[in-house]
């Protein structure tokens, strides 16, 4: 009985080793986001600053897997592997930043967990930075 127990442990022990860590920034993004608003980057004189989307799009993220899949009025547009690191790489300066590894870009990231926000800056190539891009404002459902 005694060494069934010790098997049985050994067992779960090994198990849990197997399970990859998770990073904890991608564990905030974890869930069901909503497209609420976006800020344009550089707008024209006398127009607004910000705008409400005409279509519903959400973000599906699963930090677990390391996936998102992005909607449009319930179809989806993307589907790709995630990461969050530091970008872009070649600057002094890099930030917080929300890879999409299948078309090789990022958009720079800022989480407000109090608010139950992220924005994500307009979409960039890697090692590539854009200077007046529009950011998009997501609440979590």
């Not at 127990?5 to 869930?31: M, Y």
Request: net charge negative; glycine share 6%; hydrophobic share 40%.
């Amino acid at each position: 009985m005694i060494r069934l127990l010790f098997l049985l442990f050994g067992l779960v022990l090994s198990a849990a080793q197997c399970e990859a860590d998770i990073d904890p920034e991608l564990v905030k993004l974890d869930g069901t986001w909503k497209l609420y608003k976006i800020g344009v980057g550089y707008p024209a004189p006398n127009s607004p600053t910000e705008l409400i989307p005409t279509e519903t799009e959400t973000l599906e993220i699963d930090a677990k897997a390391s996936t998102l899949i992005r909607k449009v009025n319930g179809v989806v547009t993307e589907s790709t592997k995630i990461e969050i690191g530091n970008h872009p790489k070649s600057s002094p300066n890099p930030r917080l930043a929300l890879v999409f590894l299948e078309s090789e870009t990022y958009s720079f990231l800022s989480i407000d967990e109090q608010k139950g926000e992220i924005a994500l800056y307009q979409k960039c190539p890697l090692d590539a930075e854009l200077a007046d891009g529009s950011t998009y404002f997501y609440k979590k459902q």
